[in-house]
């Protein structure tokens, strides 16, 4: 077994550039994380350079997808993402950590939140437990109380 843990790609389209060297290259085969209405072809296009496991029908069930990992033995999981991955995993309560990083770069634009999803009831709390800088750049990890 390797030491590298596999890489798991949530999409909803299931339209990915399979020839990529994330692909053909991978130390550990990755898992793609997909629909049931994803065309067939590119499942099955998927499945030649990785595991796919359907875990939904039009939208990813983020809840299913992390029981699926934990079954294949994979019960720590980090999601990097956007914010609308993040508000998907903190609706479905499957964070018990956050990790931020603060940049020492000021852009305007029109960027979301951290969650990009509607409110939290209750909103969830976190402990900041570690703070390192380096650069200029501030790196706060949480966790859930």
């Known amino acids: 077994m390797t030491s590298v843990p596999p890489i798991v790609v949530v999409t909803r389209a299931c339209r990915l550039d399979w020839n990529s060297p994330f692909f053909t290259d991978a130390e550990q085969r990755p898992i793609v994380m997909t629909v049931a209405?994803?065309?067939?072809?590119?499942?099955?296009?998927?499945?030649?350079?990785?595991?796919?496991?359907?875990?939904?029908?039009?939208s990813v069930d983020l809840a299913h997808a992390v029981r699926e990992l934990g079954a294949r033995g994979n019960?720590?999981?980090?999601?990097?993402?956007?914010?609308?991955?993040?508000?998907?995993?903190?609706?479905?309560?499957l964070l018990d950590e956050l990790c931020l990083?603060?940049?020492?770069?000021?852009?305007?634009g029109d960027a979301k939140r951290i969650l990009d999803g509607g409110p939290l009831q209750p909103p969830a709390r976190f402990e900041l437990c570690h703070v390192l800088t380096d650069d200029g750049f501030l790196f706060l990890r949480y966790f859930r109380l």
């Open 37 to 58: 209405c994803a065309a067939l072809d590119d499942r099955t296009r998927a499945a030649v350079v990785a595991d796919v496991i359907v875990a939904g029908d039009s």
């Open 75 to 93: 019960d720590n999981v980090l999601a990097e993402g956007g914010p609308g991955i993040a508000a998907q995993l903190a609706e479905a309560d």
């Open 101 to 108: 990083t603060i940049s020492p770069l000021l852009a305007g």
